[in-house]
């Protein structure tokens, strides 16, 4: 394959990737929007409150982070992008969220993926929530105790 013919099918390859990821982001975005003007957002952040405490973070950040648990983190990312954008984050929760979901994007998606190939429904959704809530809860823990130790 001759390298224009490679430019041209690369380029029309992520032409095609960035247009699919806008049909969903967009949508996304108008959702939140409209879910934020009619305070929905707020009930919802107020019945999740108990997350944004075992992590320390704030109610905000907690609808993010389950946009990046249930849709992955490209699909998220547009959702986390504009909460730090619009200062809806510190930079404390964008850490939490961020590192909970490296451990546990996409958890629906991901693990059925896997698990059409053999592995255990279970034990992969489990375990993948579990290692994502612990390392959140001790980053979160650590990030008090620097902020303390740098106002000191």
């Given at each position: 394959?001759?390298?224009?013919?490679?430019?041209?099918?690369?380029?029309?390859?992520?032409?095609?990737?960035?247009?699919?990821?806008a049909k969903i982001i967009i949508p996304l975005m108008i959702a939140m929007e409209i879910l934020k003007d009619?305070?929905?957002?707020?009930?919802v952040s107020k019945k999740l409150k108990p997350i944004a405490k075992l992590f320390d973070i704030s109610s905000?950040?907690?609808?993010?982070?389950?946009?990046?648990?249930?849709?992955?983190?490209?699909?998220?990312?547009?959702?986390?992008?504009?909460?730090?954008?619009?200062?809806?984050?510190?930079?404390?929760?964008?850490?939490?969220?961020?590192?909970?979901?490296?451990?546990?994007?996409?958890?629906?998606?991901?693990?059925?993926?896997?698990?059409?190939?053999?592995?255990?429904?279970?034990?992969?959704?489990?375990?993948?929530?579990?290692?994502?809530?612990?390392?959140?809860?001790?980053?979160?823990?650590?990030?008090?105790?620097?902020?303390?130790?740098?106002?000191?």
């Amino acid at each position: 394959m001759n390298f224009i013919a490679y430019l041209k099918d690369s380029t029309i390859g992520s032409i095609s990737s960035i247009l699919s990821m806008a049909k969903i982001i967009i949508p996304l975005m108008i959702a939140m929007e409209i879910l934020k003007d009619v305070k929905i957002l707020e009930k919802v952040s107020k019945k999740l409150k108990p997350i944004a405490k075992l992590f320390d973070i704030s109610s905000e950040s907690v609808f993010p982070l389950m946009i990046g648990i249930v849709f992955g983190l490209v699909y998220g990312a547009g959702i986390i992008m504009e909460s730090v954008e619009e200062k809806n984050l510190s930079n404390k929760d964008l850490y939490v969220v961020m590192i909970f979901l490296v451990a546990c994007h996409a958890i629906f998606e991901d693990t059925l993926i896997f698990v059409a190939v053999g592995a255990n429904l279970w034990l992969l959704f489990i375990t993948r929530l579990v290692v994502a809530i612990v390392v959140a809860y001790f980053v979160s823990k650590v990030i008090d105790r620097a902020s303390n130790n740098i106002n000191q």
